[in-house]
Protein backbone atom coordinates (compact mmCIF):
# COMPACT_ATOMS: atom_id res chain seq x y z
CA UNK A 1 0.00 0.00 0.00
CA UNK A 2 1.47 3.69 -1.18
CA UNK A 3 1.53 5.88 1.75
CA UNK A 4 0.46 8.66 -0.29
CA UNK A 5 -1.91 6.82 -2.45
CA UNK A 6 -5.31 8.94 -1.83
CA UNK A 7 -7.35 5.88 -2.32
CA UNK A 8 -5.67 4.46 0.33
CA UNK A 9 -6.16 7.18 2.73
CA UNK A 10 -6.76 6.22 6.41
CA UNK A 11 -9.03 8.57 7.84
CA UNK A 12 -7.55 8.42 11.28
CA UNK A 13 -6.63 11.87 11.27
CA UNK A 14 -9.51 14.30 10.67
CA UNK A 15 -8.52 16.42 7.30
CA UNK A 16 -11.68 18.54 7.22
CA UNK A 17 -12.25 18.92 3.57
CA UNK A 18 -9.94 16.45 1.82
CA UNK A 19 -12.70 14.06 -0.27
CA UNK A 20 -15.65 14.51 1.15
CA UNK A 21 -16.16 18.08 1.95
CA UNK A 22 -19.25 20.20 1.31
CA UNK A 23 -17.92 22.56 -1.46
CA UNK A 24 -17.59 19.18 -3.60
CA UNK A 25 -14.43 18.04 -5.22
CA UNK A 26 -12.14 19.62 -7.67
CA UNK A 27 -9.75 17.96 -10.15
CA UNK A 28 -5.98 17.15 -9.57
CA UNK A 29 -4.56 17.95 -13.28
CA UNK A 30 -0.91 17.09 -14.32
CA UNK A 31 -0.27 19.87 -15.94
CA UNK A 32 2.44 18.02 -18.57
CA UNK A 33 -0.51 16.15 -19.97
CA UNK A 34 -3.89 17.13 -18.78
CA UNK A 35 -4.16 13.93 -16.90
CA UNK A 36 -6.81 14.21 -14.17
CA UNK A 37 -4.85 12.67 -11.40
CA UNK A 38 -7.30 12.56 -8.24
CA UNK A 39 -9.90 14.36 -7.34
CA UNK A 40 -9.60 15.96 -3.64
CA UNK A 41 -12.41 17.60 -1.63
CA UNK A 42 -13.17 21.27 -1.58
CA UNK A 43 -14.18 22.82 2.05
CA UNK A 44 -16.39 25.23 2.26
CA UNK A 45 -17.04 27.85 5.61
CA UNK A 46 -18.69 24.88 7.36
CA UNK A 47 -15.32 22.58 7.06
CA UNK A 48 -13.78 25.43 8.12
CA UNK A 49 -15.64 26.31 11.22
CA UNK A 50 -16.00 22.61 12.13
CA UNK A 51 -11.54 21.84 11.49
CA UNK A 52 -10.53 25.09 13.52
CA UNK A 53 -13.42 23.89 16.56
CA UNK A 54 -11.46 20.94 16.27
CA UNK A 55 -8.04 22.16 16.57
CA UNK A 56 -8.84 24.66 19.47
CA UNK A 57 -10.27 21.86 21.03
CA UNK A 58 -7.04 19.63 20.67
CA UNK A 59 -4.57 22.60 21.01
CA UNK A 60 -4.51 22.60 24.72
CA UNK A 61 -3.70 19.06 25.46
CA UNK A 62 -0.91 19.61 22.31
CA UNK A 63 0.77 22.77 24.39
CA UNK A 64 0.78 20.85 27.67
CA UNK A 65 2.15 17.87 25.98
CA UNK A 66 6.03 17.68 27.09
CA UNK A 67 8.66 19.24 24.95
CA UNK A 68 10.53 16.20 24.43
CA UNK A 69 7.67 14.14 23.14
CA UNK A 70 6.76 17.03 21.03
CA UNK A 71 10.08 17.43 19.47
CA UNK A 72 10.51 13.46 18.96
CA UNK A 73 7.47 13.70 16.41
CA UNK A 74 9.19 16.42 14.58
CA UNK A 75 12.12 14.75 14.59
CA UNK A 76 10.23 11.63 13.42
CA UNK A 77 8.39 13.82 10.45
CA UNK A 78 11.82 14.76 9.37
CA UNK A 79 12.79 11.12 8.85
CA UNK A 80 9.62 10.36 7.60
CA UNK A 81 10.23 13.07 4.40
CA UNK A 82 13.56 11.20 4.14
CA UNK A 83 12.55 8.01 3.54
CA UNK A 84 9.05 8.97 1.62
CA UNK A 85 11.00 11.52 -0.95
CA UNK A 86 11.06 9.28 -4.05
CA UNK A 87 7.18 9.20 -3.92
CA UNK A 88 6.80 12.49 -2.78
CA UNK A 89 9.06 13.99 -5.39
CA UNK A 90 7.11 11.82 -7.74
CA UNK A 91 3.84 13.61 -6.87
CA UNK A 92 5.62 16.79 -7.16
CA UNK A 93 6.61 16.44 -10.65
CA UNK A 94 3.34 15.13 -11.80
CA UNK A 95 0.86 17.54 -9.66
CA UNK A 96 2.84 20.82 -10.04
CA UNK A 97 4.92 19.96 -13.31
CA UNK A 98 8.25 20.07 -10.69
CA UNK A 99 11.36 19.49 -12.04
CA UNK A 100 13.39 16.89 -10.45
CA UNK A 101 15.82 19.23 -9.08
CA UNK A 102 13.20 21.22 -7.50
CA UNK A 103 11.38 18.35 -6.14
CA UNK A 104 14.60 16.87 -4.39
CA UNK A 105 15.20 20.25 -2.89
CA UNK A 106 11.39 20.44 -1.86
CA UNK A 107 12.11 16.96 0.11
CA UNK A 108 15.39 17.70 1.15
CA UNK A 109 13.88 20.99 2.80
CA UNK A 110 10.64 19.45 4.31
CA UNK A 111 12.92 17.40 5.92
CA UNK A 112 15.36 20.13 7.47
CA UNK A 113 11.99 22.01 8.41
CA UNK A 114 11.03 19.28 10.68
CA UNK A 115 14.55 19.05 12.16
CA UNK A 116 15.43 22.34 12.98
CA UNK A 117 11.72 22.96 14.41
CA UNK A 118 12.51 20.64 16.43
CA UNK A 119 15.08 22.14 18.46
CA UNK A 120 12.31 24.77 18.99
CA UNK A 121 10.75 23.08 21.14
CA UNK A 122 13.60 23.15 23.96
CA UNK A 123 13.99 26.73 23.30
CA UNK A 124 13.93 28.91 26.16
CA UNK A 125 10.63 30.12 26.40
CA UNK A 126 10.90 33.26 28.75
CA UNK A 127 12.97 35.64 30.83
CA UNK A 128 13.43 36.75 33.91
CA UNK A 129 13.11 40.66 34.16
CA UNK A 130 14.45 43.48 36.90
CA UNK A 131 12.43 45.12 38.51
CA UNK A 132 12.06 47.67 41.21
CA UNK A 133 9.42 45.92 43.07
CA UNK A 134 9.94 42.75 45.43
CA UNK A 135 8.84 40.84 43.38
CA UNK A 136 10.16 38.33 40.47
CA UNK A 137 9.10 39.45 37.36
CA UNK A 138 9.17 37.42 33.91
CA UNK A 139 8.09 37.12 30.81
CA UNK A 140 6.57 33.54 29.02
CA UNK A 141 6.49 32.85 25.35
CA UNK A 142 2.60 31.05 24.76
CA UNK A 143 1.35 29.65 22.03
CA UNK A 144 -0.77 31.71 19.73
CA UNK A 145 -3.54 29.05 19.77
CA UNK A 146 -4.85 28.11 16.29
CA UNK A 147 -2.52 28.92 13.43
CA UNK A 148 -4.24 29.08 9.80
CA UNK A 149 -1.68 28.46 7.05
CA UNK A 150 -2.63 29.30 3.44
CA UNK A 151 0.38 27.81 0.76
CA UNK A 152 0.38 28.32 -2.51
CA UNK A 153 0.95 26.10 -5.78
CA UNK A 154 4.60 26.85 -6.86
CA UNK A 155 6.95 25.54 -4.27
CA UNK A 156 3.77 23.76 -2.28
CA UNK A 157 5.85 21.11 -0.16
CA UNK A 158 8.13 24.11 1.24
CA UNK A 159 5.44 26.93 1.64
CA UNK A 160 3.13 25.06 3.57
CA UNK A 161 5.40 23.17 5.69
CA UNK A 162 7.88 25.78 6.56
CA UNK A 163 4.91 27.47 8.51
CA UNK A 164 3.37 24.08 9.68
CA UNK A 165 6.21 22.21 11.29
CA UNK A 166 7.24 25.76 13.70
CA UNK A 167 4.14 26.02 14.46
CA UNK A 168 3.10 22.64 15.97
CA UNK A 169 6.65 22.78 17.35
CA UNK A 170 5.71 26.02 19.44
CA UNK A 171 2.68 23.95 20.84
CA UNK A 172 -0.04 25.05 18.38
CA UNK A 173 -2.68 23.55 16.67
CA UNK A 174 -2.50 23.95 12.98
CA UNK A 175 -5.41 24.02 10.01
CA UNK A 176 -3.73 24.01 6.47
CA UNK A 177 -5.05 25.44 3.48
CA UNK A 178 -3.06 24.28 0.40
CA UNK A 179 -4.60 24.99 -3.01
CA UNK A 180 -6.30 22.86 -4.27
CA UNK A 181 -4.12 22.22 -7.47
CA UNK A 182 -1.24 20.74 -5.69
CA UNK A 183 -3.71 19.71 -2.68
CA UNK A 184 -1.53 16.28 -2.59
CA UNK A 185 1.78 17.40 -2.51
CA UNK A 186 0.83 20.35 -0.42
CA UNK A 187 -1.49 18.88 1.66
CA UNK A 188 -1.98 15.43 1.70
CA UNK A 189 1.99 14.25 2.22
CA UNK A 190 2.08 16.46 5.22
CA UNK A 191 -0.70 14.84 6.89
CA UNK A 192 0.45 11.17 6.14
CA UNK A 193 3.90 12.62 7.33
CA UNK A 194 2.57 13.87 10.62
CA UNK A 195 -0.17 11.23 10.86
CA UNK A 196 2.65 8.78 10.72
CA UNK A 197 5.24 10.33 13.25
CA UNK A 198 2.59 10.11 15.91
CA UNK A 199 0.74 13.50 15.82
CA UNK A 200 -2.21 13.44 17.67
CA UNK A 201 -5.43 13.75 16.17
CA UNK A 202 -6.51 16.78 15.39
CA UNK A 203 -3.49 18.83 16.05
CA UNK A 204 -2.74 19.47 12.35
CA UNK A 205 -5.99 19.47 9.61
CA UNK A 206 -5.93 19.56 5.95
CA UNK A 207 -8.77 22.07 4.38
CA UNK A 208 -8.18 22.26 0.61
CA UNK A 209 -10.20 24.67 -1.24
CA UNK A 210 -10.26 28.33 -2.82
CA UNK A 211 -10.67 32.15 -2.14
CA UNK A 212 -14.26 31.22 0.13
CA UNK A 213 -12.05 28.22 2.29
CA UNK A 214 -9.17 30.77 2.84
CA UNK A 215 -11.63 33.74 3.82
CA UNK A 216 -13.52 31.62 5.95
CA UNK A 217 -9.82 30.43 7.67
CA UNK A 218 -8.82 34.14 8.32
CA UNK A 219 -12.30 34.98 9.73
CA UNK A 220 -12.38 31.77 11.91
CA UNK A 221 -12.59 32.91 15.52
CA UNK A 222 -10.42 30.14 16.81
CA UNK A 223 -7.54 30.95 14.23
CA UNK A 224 -4.84 33.51 16.30
CA UNK A 225 -2.58 34.05 13.64
CA UNK A 226 -3.02 33.71 9.51
CA UNK A 227 0.38 32.25 7.60
CA UNK A 228 0.11 33.32 4.15
CA UNK A 229 1.84 32.61 1.12
CA UNK A 230 0.74 33.80 -1.91
CA UNK A 231 0.13 37.15 -4.67
CA UNK A 232 0.68 40.71 -3.41
CA UNK A 233 -3.32 41.06 -4.55
CA UNK A 234 -4.45 38.30 -2.14
CA UNK A 235 -2.05 39.12 0.84
CA UNK A 236 -3.67 42.73 1.19
CA UNK A 237 -7.22 40.82 1.50
CA UNK A 238 -6.12 38.22 3.63
CA UNK A 239 -4.37 41.40 5.47
CA UNK A 240 -7.36 43.12 6.07
CA UNK A 241 -9.76 40.55 6.78
CA UNK A 242 -7.21 39.68 9.68
CA UNK A 243 -6.82 43.07 10.85
CA UNK A 244 -10.48 43.60 11.30
CA UNK A 245 -10.27 40.71 13.19
CA UNK A 246 -7.84 41.62 15.64
CA UNK A 247 -5.69 38.78 14.70
CA UNK A 248 -1.76 38.83 13.38
CA UNK A 249 -0.84 38.23 9.43
CA UNK A 250 1.98 37.22 8.52
CA UNK A 251 2.27 37.78 4.77
CA UNK A 252 5.03 36.53 2.30
CA UNK A 253 4.03 37.89 -1.14
CA UNK A 254 5.18 38.55 -4.44
CA UNK A 255 8.45 39.86 -6.17
CA UNK A 256 9.74 41.50 -8.96
CA UNK A 257 13.49 40.61 -7.78
CA UNK A 258 16.47 43.13 -9.63
CA UNK A 259 19.83 41.70 -10.37
CA UNK A 260 22.31 43.70 -10.80
CA UNK A 261 25.22 42.47 -12.98
CA UNK A 262 28.14 44.90 -12.66
CA UNK A 263 31.38 44.98 -14.91
CA UNK A 264 33.74 43.03 -13.14
CA UNK A 265 31.60 40.00 -13.01
CA UNK A 266 32.70 37.14 -14.34
CA UNK A 267 30.40 36.47 -17.64
CA UNK A 268 31.11 32.80 -17.85
CA UNK A 269 29.34 32.67 -14.61
CA UNK A 270 27.30 35.49 -14.39
CA UNK A 271 25.09 33.96 -17.71
CA UNK A 272 24.14 30.49 -15.89
CA UNK A 273 23.56 32.12 -12.36
CA UNK A 274 20.82 34.80 -14.12
CA UNK A 275 19.36 31.71 -16.19
CA UNK A 276 18.82 29.68 -13.05
CA UNK A 277 17.52 32.94 -11.09
CA UNK A 278 15.40 33.85 -13.76
CA UNK A 279 14.23 30.63 -15.28
CA UNK A 280 14.21 28.18 -12.02
CA UNK A 281 10.63 26.38 -11.80
CA UNK A 282 9.59 28.31 -14.59
CA UNK A 283 10.04 31.80 -12.83
CA UNK A 284 7.23 30.85 -10.84
CA UNK A 285 8.93 31.93 -7.92
CA UNK A 286 8.41 34.62 -5.40
CA UNK A 287 12.69 35.45 -5.68
CA UNK A 288 12.58 34.54 -8.84
CA UNK A 289 14.83 37.24 -11.09
CA UNK A 290 12.50 39.19 -12.48
CA UNK A 291 14.78 42.33 -13.76
CA UNK A 292 18.43 42.62 -14.85
CA UNK A 293 20.44 45.63 -14.89
CA UNK A 294 23.54 45.29 -16.50
CA UNK A 295 26.25 47.80 -17.00
CA UNK A 296 26.41 49.15 -20.22
CA UNK A 297 30.13 48.23 -21.15
CA UNK A 298 29.27 44.79 -21.08
CA UNK A 299 25.55 44.71 -21.79
CA UNK A 300 25.68 44.02 -25.59
CA UNK A 301 28.02 40.46 -25.16
CA UNK A 302 25.79 39.60 -21.80
CA UNK A 303 22.04 39.83 -23.42
CA UNK A 304 23.83 37.68 -26.76
CA UNK A 305 25.12 34.86 -24.60
CA UNK A 306 21.74 35.33 -22.47
CA UNK A 307 19.76 34.70 -25.26
CA UNK A 308 21.64 32.28 -26.63
CA UNK A 309 21.56 30.40 -23.23
CA UNK A 310 17.59 30.47 -23.31
CA UNK A 311 17.30 29.38 -26.88
CA UNK A 312 19.41 25.88 -25.47
CA UNK A 313 17.72 25.53 -22.58
CA UNK A 314 14.86 22.09 -22.58
CA UNK A 315 11.37 22.40 -21.73
CA UNK A 316 8.88 19.93 -21.29
CA UNK A 317 7.36 17.06 -19.47
CA UNK A 318 9.34 16.50 -16.06
CA UNK A 319 8.32 12.73 -16.19
CA UNK A 320 9.34 11.95 -19.19
CA UNK A 321 13.08 12.87 -18.98
CA UNK A 322 15.88 15.36 -17.95
CA UNK A 323 14.41 18.98 -18.69
CA UNK A 324 15.26 22.20 -17.27
CA UNK A 325 12.04 23.90 -17.67
CA UNK A 326 8.33 22.24 -17.02
CA UNK A 327 5.39 23.07 -17.64
CA UNK A 328 3.29 26.50 -16.19
CA UNK A 329 0.45 25.48 -14.07
CA UNK A 330 -2.08 26.07 -15.88
CA UNK A 331 -3.75 28.45 -19.06
CA UNK A 332 -4.58 30.65 -17.29
CA UNK A 333 -0.97 31.18 -15.93
CA UNK A 334 0.02 30.88 -19.17
CA UNK A 335 -2.26 33.58 -20.82
CA UNK A 336 -1.18 36.03 -17.87
CA UNK A 337 2.34 35.71 -18.73
CA UNK A 338 2.03 35.43 -22.27
CA UNK A 339 -0.11 38.83 -22.39
CA UNK A 340 2.73 40.61 -20.32
CA UNK A 341 5.15 39.42 -23.04
CA UNK A 342 3.27 40.78 -26.41
CA UNK A 343 2.09 43.91 -24.11
CA UNK A 344 6.08 44.78 -23.51
CA UNK A 345 7.01 44.08 -27.26
CA UNK A 346 3.75 46.39 -27.86
CA UNK A 347 5.62 48.94 -25.72
CA UNK A 348 9.12 48.97 -27.48
CA UNK A 349 10.57 46.15 -26.11
CA UNK A 350 12.85 44.07 -27.93
CA UNK A 351 12.03 39.56 -28.50
CA UNK A 352 15.95 38.30 -28.00
CA UNK A 353 14.95 34.52 -26.96
CA UNK A 354 11.44 32.91 -26.43
CA UNK A 355 7.86 34.34 -26.35
CA UNK A 356 6.50 31.39 -27.77
CA UNK A 357 4.63 28.31 -26.16
CA UNK A 358 3.20 24.62 -26.43
CA UNK A 359 -0.04 23.65 -24.67
CA UNK A 360 1.87 24.98 -21.21
CA UNK A 361 5.02 24.68 -21.93
CA UNK A 362 6.42 28.07 -22.19
CA UNK A 363 10.21 28.68 -23.66
CA UNK A 364 12.41 30.87 -21.62
CA UNK A 365 12.42 34.52 -22.55
CA UNK A 366 14.68 37.04 -22.84
CA UNK A 367 13.42 41.34 -23.41
CA UNK A 368 15.78 44.03 -24.17
CA UNK A 369 15.37 47.91 -24.26
CA UNK A 370 12.46 47.37 -22.22
CA UNK A 371 10.51 50.67 -21.23
CA UNK A 372 9.64 51.53 -17.63
CA UNK A 373 6.23 50.82 -17.96
CA UNK A 374 6.34 47.68 -20.08
CA UNK A 375 4.43 45.04 -18.07
CA UNK A 376 7.15 42.45 -18.07
CA UNK A 377 9.61 45.19 -16.29
CA UNK A 378 6.91 46.99 -14.16
CA UNK A 379 5.65 44.15 -13.22
CA UNK A 380 5.73 40.56 -11.29
CA UNK A 381 6.04 38.24 -14.04
CA UNK A 382 5.53 34.95 -12.28
CA UNK A 383 7.00 33.31 -15.55
CA UNK A 384 10.11 32.22 -17.37
CA UNK A 385 10.68 35.71 -18.73
CA UNK A 386 13.44 38.25 -17.81
CA UNK A 387 13.66 41.61 -19.17
CA UNK A 388 17.13 43.32 -19.28
CA UNK A 389 17.80 46.89 -18.71
CA UNK A 390 21.50 48.89 -18.75
CA UNK A 391 22.64 51.28 -16.56
CA UNK A 392 26.08 53.46 -16.77
CA UNK A 393 26.73 54.37 -12.84
CA UNK A 394 26.30 52.64 -9.44
CA UNK A 395 24.13 55.41 -8.78
CA UNK A 396 21.73 54.42 -11.79
CA UNK A 397 21.52 51.06 -10.62
CA UNK A 398 20.92 51.96 -7.68
CA UNK A 399 17.84 54.22 -8.32
CA UNK A 400 17.02 51.29 -11.42
CA UNK A 401 16.73 48.90 -8.56
CA UNK A 402 15.39 50.76 -5.72
CA UNK A 403 12.52 51.88 -8.52
CA UNK A 404 9.44 49.42 -6.99
CA UNK A 405 7.39 48.81 -4.94
CA UNK A 406 8.43 45.34 -4.13
CA UNK A 407 11.48 44.65 -1.77
CA UNK A 408 12.06 40.95 -1.30
CA UNK A 409 15.27 39.72 -2.80
CA UNK A 410 18.24 41.46 -4.75
CA UNK A 411 21.53 39.64 -6.45
CA UNK A 412 24.31 41.81 -7.07
CA UNK A 413 27.18 40.27 -9.71
CA UNK A 414 30.86 41.78 -8.51
CA UNK A 415 34.58 41.15 -8.71
CA UNK A 416 34.73 43.31 -5.83
CA UNK A 417 32.39 42.37 -2.46
CA UNK A 418 32.68 45.71 -0.91
CA UNK A 419 31.10 47.29 -3.85
CA UNK A 420 28.41 45.03 -3.74
CA UNK A 421 27.65 45.53 0.38
CA UNK A 422 27.75 49.06 -0.09
CA UNK A 423 25.35 49.19 -3.47
CA UNK A 424 22.95 46.68 -1.45
CA UNK A 425 23.09 49.04 1.40
CA UNK A 426 21.32 51.14 -1.05
CA UNK A 427 18.10 49.01 -1.77
CA UNK A 428 15.47 48.12 0.11
CA UNK A 429 15.21 44.17 0.66
CA UNK A 430 14.30 41.60 3.00
CA UNK A 431 16.94 39.25 0.96
CA UNK A 432 20.54 40.24 -0.71
CA UNK A 433 22.91 37.93 -2.17
CA UNK A 434 26.37 39.04 -3.47
CA UNK A 435 27.76 37.15 -6.23
CA UNK A 436 24.50 34.39 -6.29
CA UNK A 437 21.45 34.42 -7.73
CA UNK A 438 17.70 35.82 -5.76
CA UNK A 439 16.40 32.55 -5.41
CA UNK A 440 17.84 30.75 -1.87
CA UNK A 441 16.70 29.40 1.08
CA UNK A 442 17.51 27.97 4.43
CA UNK A 443 15.79 26.37 7.28
CA UNK A 444 17.38 28.84 9.50
CA UNK A 445 17.26 32.03 7.84
CA UNK A 446 14.97 34.55 8.60
CA UNK A 447 13.29 34.73 5.19
CA UNK A 448 10.59 37.74 4.44
CA UNK A 449 10.38 40.78 2.28
CA UNK A 450 9.70 44.72 2.67
CA UNK A 451 7.06 46.67 0.65
CA UNK A 452 4.65 44.93 -1.36
CA UNK A 453 6.64 41.59 -1.30
CA UNK A 454 5.47 41.30 2.64
CA UNK A 455 5.63 42.50 6.33
CA UNK A 456 9.25 40.95 6.71
CA UNK A 457 11.30 37.85 8.69
CA UNK A 458 8.75 35.40 9.55
CA UNK A 459 10.56 32.48 9.56
CA UNK A 460 13.63 30.64 10.46
CA UNK A 461 14.81 30.29 13.98
CA UNK A 462 13.67 33.60 15.73
CA UNK A 463 11.30 34.34 13.60
CA UNK A 464 9.41 31.77 14.10
CA UNK A 465 9.34 32.28 18.04
CA UNK A 466 8.01 35.82 16.79
CA UNK A 467 5.48 34.67 14.29
CA UNK A 468 3.67 31.80 16.71
CA UNK A 469 3.82 32.65 19.90
CA UNK A 470 2.32 35.58 22.00
CA UNK A 471 4.46 37.13 25.04
CA UNK A 472 3.45 37.00 28.73
CA UNK A 473 4.11 38.91 31.34
CA UNK A 474 4.02 36.99 34.90
CA UNK A 475 5.05 38.53 38.57
CA UNK A 476 5.11 36.85 41.67
CA UNK A 477 5.48 38.07 45.34
CA UNK A 478 6.14 36.67 48.58
CA UNK A 479 3.51 38.21 49.78
CA UNK A 480 0.53 40.80 48.86
CA UNK A 481 1.28 44.31 49.44
CA UNK A 482 -0.52 46.69 51.03
CA UNK A 483 -1.98 49.35 49.15
CA UNK A 484 -3.24 53.02 50.24
CA UNK A 485 -6.85 52.18 49.47
Known sequence: MSLFDPLTWSGKINIGGWQDASGGKSAVVNPSTGETLEHVGSADAGDITRAASRAADAQRAWAATPHTERAAILRRAGELFAAAAPEIQDWLIRESGSTRARAVFETDQ???????????????????????????????????????????????????????????????????????????????????????????????????GGAEAGAALVDDPHVRVISFTGSTGAGRKVGEAAA?????????????????????????????????????????????????????????????????????????????????????????????????????????????????????????????????????????????????????????AARLAADDEYGLSLGILTGNVMTGLELAERIPSGLVHINDQTINDDALIPFGGVGWSGTGARFGGEANIDAFTETRWITVRGSQPVYPM
Open 244 to 396: RNVKRAHLELGGNNPMIVLPDADLDRAISTVAWGSFFNQGQVCMATGRILVHADIAEEFTARLAAKAEQLTVGDPATGDVDLGPLINAHQRDTIHAQVTASIAAGARLLAGGTYDNLFYRPTVLVDVPDDAPAYAEEVFGPVVPVRTFATLDE
Open 110 to 208: AEQECFEAAVLCSHPIGQVMPSAEPRLSMTRRMPAGVVGVISPFNVPLILAIRSVAPALALGNAVVLKPDPRTAVSGGVTIMRIFEEAGLPTGVLSLVP
